[in-house]
T-cell receptor, first 117, second 113 residues
Framework: AQKITQTQPGMFVQEKEAVTLDCTYD???????LFWYKQPSSGEMIFLIY??????QNATEGRYSLNFQKARKSANLVISASQLGDSAMYFC??????????????FGKGITLSVRP | NAGVTQTPKFQVLKTGQSMTLQCAQD?????MSWYRQDPGMGLRLIHY???????DQGEVPNGYNVSRSTTEDFPLRLLSAAPSQTSVYFC????????????FGPGTRLTVL
C-alpha cells in the first residue's frame, strides 16, 4: 500500500480564494511527521509546513495551515487567499519513527495547483 | 551558508558511461539523501546516509552507488548509465530528528541517450 496518497487531479483556484490539497497517509508507527513541500516551475523544493503526530494543534505558517485528522490519517494543506505565485506542484511527505535511524522521507506523487487571475 | 549544493546542474550521458553527481552541505547535518524525480512519480529515495561512514539503500537503489566519507559530502555514482536513469536528481540534508525538514539542493537534470 502507498504510504502517502495524493489523488486529486490538477487543481484550479481563483486568486484570493482558499484551496485545500488532500493528503492521506498510512503508517503503523505512533510517532511520525508530515510535511508539505512546494515545487514551482523553476524546480526547487520549498518546505512549507510540518505537523507532528503528537502535536495537539493543527500547524499554521502564514497563509498555510494543515488540517490534521489523525483518526482518518489525513493531513490536508489549506492555502488561504491564493496568489498567482502559489501556482506550483505540491508534495505531501511523511517521516516515520522517533530517531534518525528511521528518517527516510516518503513522498506522495504530488498535486498541481493553478491559480487563476 | 550555501545550504545544499549540487553539481552539475545539467548533464547528458551516453548509455554505458559513468559519472558522479556531487552534493555538499555546510549545515553540519547528519542525514543526507538522494532522490530522483520522474513525471507522475513524485520523489523516490535512492540512497541515504545517517552519518559519515553509514549509508543505506532507499526505494530505487539499483544502478547507483554512494559513499559518505565526510559529514559535508555525499556523492552519487552512476556506474553504467542507462536511459531509464534519465531523471532529475535531488540531494537533500537534514538534522537527524523526525521534525526536521529536509533542505534540498537545486537538482541535477540528467539525460541518458
Amino acid at each position: 500500500a502507498q504510504k502517502i496518497t495524493q489523488t486529486q487531479p490538477g487543481m484550479f483556484v481563483q486568486e484570493k480564494e482558499a484551496v485545500t490539497l488532500d493528503c492521506t497517509y498510512d503508517t503503523s508507527d505512533q510517532s511520525y511527521g508530515l510535511f508539505w513541500y512546494k515545487q514551482p516551475s523553476s524546480g526547487e523544493m520549498i518546505f512549507l509546513i510540518y505537523q507532528g503526530s503528537y502535536d495537539e494543534q493543527n500547524a499554521t505558517e502564514g497563509r498555510y495551515s494543515l488540517n490534521f485528522q489523525k483518526a482518518r490519517k489525513s493531513a490536508n494543506l489549506v492555502i488561504s487567499a491564493s496568489q498567482l505565485g502559489d501556482s506550483a506542484m505540491y508534495f505531501c511527505a511523511m517521516r516515520e519513527g522517533r530517531t534518525g535511524a528511521n528518517s527516510k522521507l516518503t513522498f506522495g506523487k504530488g498535486i498541481t495547483l493553478s491559480v487563476r487571475p | 551558508n550555501a545550504g545544499v549544493t549540487q553539481t552539475p546542474k545539467f548533464q547528458v550521458l551516453k548509455t554505458g558511461q559513468s559519472m558522479t553527481l556531487q552534493c555538499a552541505q555546510d549545515m553540519n547535518h547528519e542525514y543526507m539523501s538522494w532522490y530522483r524525480q520522474d513525471p507522475g512519480m513524485g520523489l523516490r529515495l535512492i540512497h541515504y546516509s545517517v552519518g559519515a561512514g553509514i549509508t543505506d539503500q532507499g526505494e530505487v537503489p539499483n544502478g547507483y552507488n554512494v559513499s559518505r566519507s565526510t559529514t559535508e559530502d555525499f556523492p552519487l555514482r552512476l556506474l553504467s548509465a542507462a536511459p531509464s536513469q534519465t531523471s532529475v536528481y535531488f540531494c537533500a540534508s537534514s538534522a537527524n530528528l523526525i521534525r526536521d525538514s529536509e533542505f534540498f539542493g537545486p537538482g541535477t537534470r540528467l539525460t541518458v541517450l
